[in-house]
């Protein structure tokens, strides 16, 4: 890079530089926030304190984190790895097959994402509470595993999909499911990424669902146990920030390791 | 062999979670709440463990001595959770699931009783003495002469300053107790100027002052019959333009969220604040401001007839619900929350939970002198205070004419014509009134 361009690009760096910083800050002080008192919080300290092991035993004694890790993480997982199945499936099937009525499927799969959940919580709730799953995870994956999104969103990458591939491994003798476990889904690692995050951290973000469904204390979530810490009269904010920051940890490491693929699914790249 | 492969796909894509439910992870769902009785044993939906579970946890034990095998299971559920979870149980009629005991915002109740008559049961010959609780409170829990709630905390308003502000322009808690708001406003701006500090402060968009301001005169949104009485109340202009006042001089200042309100005077930014007598617990969040704060009552409406220095804001009681043991959990209430001096004497000092049960303050503890409050027994003094609020109508749009008022006030505040603004405020209930 020549002087000149150093120079010309410097006003852009600038702005980056200064955009990164406010998006960063948030963060900061989350993880600031950890480590400081109530009072502090709330003055806005933004250098670290010696608070940390004490919000840390507040935060254990008031609520059970260990297990509220574990059903989120369960229902994360969960659901991510069956909407990936079921999904990649149906997008696959959605593009590979012809079928007159297809389209119009998918028509109707799309018009599902328009209607909002507050609208389908009520009959939702009636059927789960029929099947007995009242207070149970599965009550929280099973609605999450067919979203029309990622059906979409496996159905668009499966365009880049090259038929000649199909062609050859049929005429080499493959069935239908070999084709696409050996051959679909090695390829389409990236949209598998992509599509993971996102499931992943809807999963892990989710709040209204399982607050309606799971109504024991020992199956609630992270979401759940961060809502309960600020319906006090009294919040002590240190405490909301650590528990705040726990929660945020898992989605920001999943979303930190898939990354580079997260960015190449999302733009259909096949390699 | 195609066309099987492709059915195989589906059929496995299908039968897996439904493989993976059968095979298990799934908790007993069907027993989440109350029931039909004899295991001695009730479920309860409350919210904060430093107040109303502490307070359940404590009532649970007084309960066991008379009745050694009796145990409270309870589900930490926040208030808005809790109001979400009731409305899908009440709409999806799966009543089964609902707990045996909740508590109950005391503003939200007459909503909830009057949408949903089927959740909760009728307690008013259970044995529990209502007569014991001043009728302001159980009037938010009787529907046609049926009473549905026990009180639990009280929402008695009360005016808490800085006495060290206050001392520094030169008054004292004396000089803000049993005035007027046009004094309020006269010393405020006097403490203003003196010290650089406001005396109030408050979400901006939320209408908690003047709902505080309307029941100290008895006035409401609403008339008997649930009509709405925004346009033309000249209660509620009086107290937008004594709210307005307060903002345009500064004395008052807006702030975006509660947490920030919360810092407001624990960062002591401003000098005092009027609320529930359950701010109290945020007050002495602030270890630095110790024995530098005093309550009193609230400045009371000028001009308006009925007016009083009494109000309240917030508040909550406990319901039985349709699902409920119902035996087991009334003669609950009734040895506990409206039948304790013992439980009430733990958790006041404790958990700061100010009783609506008459009797229980006559006990000693709320005479007890506290530190953080230089010595003033406030307890006490809200219990007086308590006495004398004047009830409060709210109905069942009473959330919605709150909203509806609050977007006229912030408009009001930026310059729009009063008048106006509250028709428009009153159009707005009378078309989600349908």
Known sequence: ?????????????????????????????????????????LGSRLIPGGAFFENLAKLFKAQDVGSALFSSFFIAVGTTVLALIVCSIAGY????????????????????????????????????????LVNSLWAVIIPAISTPLLILLFRQSSRAFPSEILEAARMDGLNELSIFARIYVPTMRATFAAAGVITFMTAWNNFLWPRVIL???????????????????VTDYGVLMLAVLIASLPAMVVFLVLQRAFADGIVGAIK | MKRTTKIAVSAIAMAMPVALVLSGCSSDGGDNGGGAGGDNTLTVWTWDPAFNIYAMQEAEKVYQKDNPDFTLEIVETPWDDLQTKLTTLAQSQELDELPDILLMQNNAFQKNLINYPDAFTDITDSGIDFSQFPQAVTDYSTLDGSHYGVPFDAGTAIGAYRTDVLAEAGYTIDDFTDITWSEFQTKAEDVLAKTGKPLLSGQAGSSDMIMMMLQSAGASLFDAEGNPTIADNSVLEKAIEVYTKLVKSGVFVEVNSWDEYISTFVNGSVGGLINGVWIVGSIQTADDQAGNWAVTNLPKLDGVSG??????????????????????????????FAGSTELYDTILPKAGAVANWIPAGDSDVYGQALDFFGGQAIFADVVAFGAEVPSNNTGVYYYEGRDAVSAAITKIIGGADLKSSLEEAQATVEFAMG
């Open chain 1, 215 to 233: 109504i024991k204390n020992e199956v609630q979530t992270m979401p759940m146990l961060i809502s309960n810490l600020s319906a006090g009269y």
């Open chain 1, 93 to 132: 099937g959605f593009e590979v097959y012809h079928s007159k009525g297809k389209d119009r499927v998918m028509a109707v799969i799309l018009l599902a994402m328009m209607i909002p959940f507050a609208a389908t919580m009520i009959p939702l709730f009636q059927v789960f509470a029929k099947l007995g």
């Open chain 1, 1 to 41: 890079m020549t002087k000149t361009s150093t120079l010309r690009a410097a006003p852009g760096y600038a702005f980056l530089g200064i955009w990164t910083l406010f998006s960063l800050f948030p963060l900061y002080f989350m993880v600031v926030g950890s480590t400081n008192t109530s009072q502090d919080v």
């Open chain 2, 307 to 336: 007016a009083t220095n009494y109000s309240a804001n917030g508040g909550s009681s406990w319901v039985v619900t349709s699902n409920a043991d119902v035996d087991l959990a009334t003669d609950f209430l009734a040895k506990t």
